[in-house]
């Protein structure tokens, strides 16, 4: 109840927020009843209704960090003057903020169910999918939902979200502190050269891969045509990009060591400086984001080479929903950042730093961020293309 009134009284733009959480939400519970009703209506390839289910991991992940990541920059799950008088410690904020977190994943999932039922025809009537001419056999029309089966799946959204949102936010120290605010009063990110090997063995067994593939018949399918998909390229891919998420904040924090390399103005002092201090909080997402366009580029560019295969509709879905997700993180973090340096920005400005010079350090900041990122998302990209469209 108490998760309920805050919701309401709570900023329109945080409200924004949990609304776009509950439409990713939707969106991959949507994919997970797809999966359902794909093996209700063919009972005889259990192997690719699996594999359909596994793809739906990258949807699920990708809104699990997005709902994490509005939760952590929202104000009634921070702990303010007077709530601990009142009985809300930090352990009762990170509840109130879990339940929050799930309630709202709860509530697209439900349109997500509604909307499926819809389309198949079980509200009564005829489908909305048939009206529209749209085809529903992926969707299983005709056959007997395994209800139970698919109330289990629509669980999963609310319960990861939620059980994430309790282990990032849960307080460390004697303060209630959550983990992600305590770790950047600590040392610069130690991630980097794990990263950094991670990725670069992904790159090794892509390389490796596409010395050894021969013709068209490794190409890689997304849900529907998932049969065929090379293991090597998958993998050597999974390598890297999870290189890149661990080495997200040493990355980020590279680019303001090199920002502060010899002797700084002021602008590269201030940019650097604000990149090394915000690398724990930009990192990962940042990180996460650049796996996913990596992941995105090579899907483009191999199904350019195999214009008789073409996206589905559920492959739209579920790409919508990680480029959406994945963005919104990313961007929810630099807002959080520049919220954490308000104070600082003030006193520059008490000081006479004038709004240009403000400016022009942040588009230094993401200037330095794109030189950094962007050669090591392409050549993650095109490697994991080499055995795909040879």
């Not at 089966?149 to 209630?176: H, S």
């Not at 995105?296 to 492959?315: H, M, N, W």
Request: proline content about 7%.
């Amino acid at each position: 109840m108490l998760a309920l009134r805050l919701t309401r009284g709570s900023h329109p733009l945080v409200l924004l927020r949990r609304l776009f959480v509950a439409a990713a939400a939707a969106g991959t519970g949507f994919l997970l009843l797809s999966t359902v009703g794909y093996a209700a209506g063919h009972p005889a390839t259990a192997d690719e209704s699996l594999v359909r289910l596994l793809w739906c991991a990258a949807p699920l992940a990708a809104t699990t960090q997005f709902a994490v990541s509005t939760a952590r920059t929202d104000p009634a799950a921070r702990l303010q003057r007077g709530m601990t008088a009142a009985g809300m410690g930090p352990l009762r904020l990170t509840l109130l903020a879990t339940a929050s977190t799930a309630l709202t994943c709860f509530l697209g999932v439900l349109l997500a169910l509604f909307a499926f039922l819809r389309l198949r025809g079980d509200l009564g009537g005829p489908g909305a999918a048939s009206a529209l001419g749209v085809d529903t056999d992926p969707l299983g029309s005709g056959h007997p939902l395994p209800l139970a089966g698919a109330l289990m799946l629509l669980a999963l959204v609310p319960l990861t979200a939620g059980a994430a949102t309790a282990v990032v936010l849960r307080p460390r120290d004697e303060t209630g502190i959550p983990d992600f605010e305590a770790r950047h009063r600590s040392a610069p990110p130690s991630g980097l050269p794990w990263g950094i090997a991670l990725a670069a063995a992904g790159l090794a067994i892509e390389a490796y891969t596409s010395s050894g593939s021969q013709g068209h018949g490794g190409l890689l399918p997304l849900p529907g045509r998932l049969v065929g998909s090379p293991p090597g390229a998958l993998a050597g891919w999974a390598l890297s990009a999870f290189g890149l998420v661990l080495a997200g904040p040493g990355l980020v924090h590279l680019c303001g060591r090199l920002l502060c390399a010899g002797r700084p103005g002021a602008l590269r002092l201030l940019s650097g400086r604000v990149l090394q201090e915000e690398s724990h909080r930009l990192g990962r997402p940042l990180g996460v984001l650049c796996a996913v366009a990596s992941a995105v580029y090579a899907a483009v560019k191999v199904y350019e080479s195999a214009p008789s295969r073409p996206f589905g509709p559920l492959t739209a879905i579920g790409a919508a929903v990680v480029l959406a997700c994945v963005t919104a993180s990313a961007l929810t973090a630099a807002f959080e950042s520049r919220s954490a340096r308000a104070r600082t920005t003030a006193a520059l400005r008490r000081l006479g730093a004038s709004a240009s010079v403000l400016h022009r350090a942040a588009a230094l900041r993401l200037l330095a961020l794109v030189i950094v990122l962007a050669p090591l998302t392409w050549t993650v990209a095109e490697m994991v293309t080499l055995p795909l469209v040879r």
